[in-house]
């Protein structure tokens, strides 16, 4: 080139790239700046709520393990006077029923119907004996009717009646002693707290 644009000297004019990239680059890295700090006040608030409940949870545990401290509200098992037993034999062993339904009286249980059993179970309990009621038997007159007779076991069918039936077993030898059962009840009515409340 010729004329007033002619380039003199050795010098070039120096071609400089373009600054797209580095802004591209400071954005990124502001965005996860950003990201970060908004994600970690989130945690912050997070475990300061948190923290406040686990707080609050566990001074209430330490309250209600404390010597003296009023027990958690569990339902207290019924008495033997509110339960109604139906004793039957199972067995071809004669006058068990009758035998079994005396002592149970003599420790304070009503007796309702005493004989054999029905054809559903004679001479088909392997076990001890079979307790026998309502679904809603399983929350405290199986507990209280199963400390008097070790080993046996519990079936709820569908009646809507209060009374539990004790079906004697085959491998029935008498029921719990006297003293035995008492403890054992005596154990079943001491509230205690709830799994996990107190270690």
Known sequence: MGG????TGNAYPRMRRPRRRRKVVI???AAVAVLGLGGWGTLQLIDAFSGDTRKAAAKSQAAACKP???????????????????????????GL????ADELQKRGFNIGKVGNASPEYDKKVPGAGLLLGAPDAYEGPFG????????AQLKADTRT????????????KELNSKPVADRALAALAQPSPAPGECN
């Open 4 to 7: 007033k644009y002619r380039i």
């Open 27 to 29: 954005a990124a890295v």
């Open 68 to 94: 003296g401290a009023a027990p958690s509200a569990v339902p207290a098992p019924p008495r033997p006077a509110q339960i109604t037993v139906n004793v039957y034999n199972a067995t071809p062993r004669s």
């Open 97 to 100: 029923a009758k035998a079994t």
């Open 144 to 151: 209280v009717l199963g400390t008097q007779l070790a080993g």
């Open 161 to 172: 009646s209060a009374d539990v039936d004790l079906i004697i077993g085959t491998a029935f």
